[in-house]
């Protein structure tokens, strides 16, 4: 009972957020760009990953796939302090063990999946801090392709542009969803675990230079 009541305190603190944070969209004036120019519009079950610049990441992706509710992949210390886990619920998010992601995580991951829900999360595993105009992409780690196996939906890559300045239009380059059960069915060998990490790497990569083309 006491969890179904905090539940709803998170729904209705979810909702709350998402209601207020409106006005956002004036000021960050959300743009995508597409390869090929063809819009993307990310529907049913998928898993978005995107590059990781800043802490502020989350509240952009909600900007820039605004017609969909999120679940955030977040790292499990920071729901060390009530007030801040108190948010991170409201967001919706699910903690993980930086060290140690154990299966029952990836079972949650993909449960929520396969009720056609969005998850969200940042395969560098870290904010890439080198402070440049166009930070490089680090090295994706591979458990984003277990989790879309397991639950048999796609995987969403996305690039988001650095803002200059607190002025600056929010910019994102979204590619077309990845079936990576299509590469080696199933049940991949590690090496080609390794192969399709590498492949959405590059389409991120790939994704960056159109946003600097923009």
């Known amino acids: 009972m006491k969890e179904k009541i905090l539940n709803v305190i998170y729904k ?3 909702w709350f957020v998402k209601i207020s944070a409106a006005p956002g969209l004036l000021w960050f004036r959300p743009k995508c760009y597409y390869p090929g120019g063809k819009k993307v519009r990310i ?3 998928a898993l978005l990953i995107a590059n990781h610049i800043t802490m502020l990441d989350p509240y952009y992706m909600q900007y820039l796939v605004w017609y969909r509710n999120h679940h955030f992949v977040c790292l499990k210390e920071f729901y060390d302090k009530p007030a801040r886990a108190f948010l991170f619920r409201c967001f919706q998010c699910i903690p ?3 060290d140690n992601t154990g299966t029952a995580t990836m079972r949650e991951i993909a449960a929520h999946l396969k009720k056609d829900e969005l998850v969200c999360m940042f395969p560098e595993g ?4 080198d402070g440049t ?3 490089e992409i680090h090295q994706f780690k591979s458990g984003m392709v277990l989790m879309a196996l397991m639950a048999g939906k796609p995987i969403v890559p996305m690039v988001m542009k650095k803002r200059k ?3 600056s239009r929010l910019e994102a380059a979204i590619g077309e969803p990845v079936d990576v059960a299509s590469f080696y069915g199933k049940r991949p060998t590690v090496t ?3 192969e399709i990490t590498e492949y959405l790497q590059q389409k991120a990569l790939g994704l960056q230079q159109l946003l600097e083309e923009k």
């Not at 870290?126 to 801090?129: D, P, Q």
């Open 43 to 45: 529907k049913g079950g």
């Open 192 to 194: 080609q675990i390794e």
């Open 133 to 135: 105009e166009r930070p």
């Open 165 to 167: 300045n607190i002025f």
């Open 96 to 98: 993980v063990d930086r």
């Open 126 to 129: 870290t904010v890439n801090r």
């Open 12 to 14: 209705i603190g979810f």
